[in-house]
């Protein structure tokens, strides 16, 4: 393989790896807030 697939590669593999990590955020953001909205609405009622 050459060097430049090589690097062509690595770059792409690294952007999939933060797209990966982004969408891991934002479901852990998001159950956070249905979790606090449960919590919320239990001492509510």
């Not at 891991?24 to 909205?37: D, S």
């Amino acid at each position: 393989m050459s060097e430049k697939s090589k690097m062509r590669r690595a770059k792409r593999e690294a952007r999939q790896e933060k797209q990966a990590k982004q969408v891991m955020l934002w479901l852990v953001g998001v159950l956070g807030l249905v979790a606090l909205c449960l919590l919320i609405w239990a001492m509510n009622s």
